[in-house]
């Protein structure tokens, strides 16, 4: 990815805003948590609006929109398309802008689920809803940084990469490679059930490293094989429906798509 192209020939700052979409906002909020390395990046862009902390509009014109979220609604749909026209570049933060996540959880029937939930009387607040999507399903989006939450120094260093260009590819293997490097050993081997097996990896195998089972927030990887993964966990004694189950959390979307969903 080359440089991001300008919407002005102007001199100033890259103009950056952060749109909030169905999330919990918990990736804005993370984002925060770098306060000092956050001042930096600060200081090589202009924060054209950010959603969390702002109630003005957003503007017109920027360069880069970041999206945190899944799309549930046509007016999410329609706030997308208008980033996607108007920005050079267009950044997909955390599990829900990138695979739907947990609000994708509600594919594809996401009418029923507020019905379950509201009855009759759905709330106008929620808008026009439509069945979960990643921000990718509308539009072509140029990074995506993973996880739930996003890790906020992976945000700085691809916010970096739009900025001033990069080649550095997103990696398509499944987890168990990274977490093969560390030294805790699978943790099939000692009873727990993980996701790793069918999960992309980048995030360094951050869970399994610190004894705890992934759960899938990185997405699929292409290289997944569901099927035989399941299979391995069943050998290993995990009821597959539970492996289902827990797979569903980050990952219905691609199920759904997929014909696995329910
Ligand atoms: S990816 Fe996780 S932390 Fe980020 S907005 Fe979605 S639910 Fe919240
Ligand atoms: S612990 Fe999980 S990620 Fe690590 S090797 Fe085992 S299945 Fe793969
Ligand atoms: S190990 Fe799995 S659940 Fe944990 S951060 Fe990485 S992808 Fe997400």
């Not at 009387?121 to 939450?149: H, I, K, N, Q, W």
């Not at 970096?160 to 987890?175: E, I, K, M, Q």
Request: aromatic share 6%; with cysteine.
């Amino acid at each position: 990815m080359s440089e991001i192209e300008r919407v002005t020939d102007e001199p100033c700052a890259p103009r950056v805003v952060f749109i909030g979409l169905a999330s919990c906002f918990g990736c804005q909020i993370n984002i925060t948590n770098i306060e000092k390395h956050l001042l930096q990046v600060l200081g090589q862009i202009e924060l054209g609006y950010w959603q969390l902390t702002s109630s003005e509009p957003m503007p017109d014109a920027f360069d880069v929109a970041v999206i945190e979220g899944a799309v549930t609604t046509e007016e999410a749909a329609e706030t997308v398309r208008r980033a996607r026209e108007r920005a050079g570049c267009v950044i997909a933060i955390g599990a829900c802008a990138a695979t739907g996540g947990i609000p994708g959880m509600a594919a594809p029937d996401i009418t029923g689920c507020a019905a379950a939930v509201y009855g009759d009387a759905v709330p106008e607040a929620c808008g026009v809803l439509r069945a979960p999507a990643p921000v990718s399903a509308l539009v072509d989006v140029d990074f995506t940084v993973s996880c739930c939450p996003v890790d906020p120094f992976e945000f700085v260093r691809v916010l970096d990469a739009a900025l001033y260009g990069s080649n550095r590819l997103a990696p398509t293997s499944v987890l168990c490679g990274q977490c093969a490097q560390g030294e805790g050993g699978c943790l099939y081997k000692r009873g727990q059930m993980c996701l790793g097996l069918v999960t992309r990896s980048g995030c360094g195998a951050k869970c399994p490293t610190l004894g705890r089972a992934c759960n899938g927030c990185a997405g699929l990887s292409p290289d997944a094989n569901v099927g035989a993964a399941r299979a391995f966990a069943a050998s290993r004694g995990h009821d597959p429906a539970r492996f289902d189950e827990a797979l569903r959390m980050f990952n219905t979307v691609a199920l759904v798509a997929a014909g696995e969903g329910e």
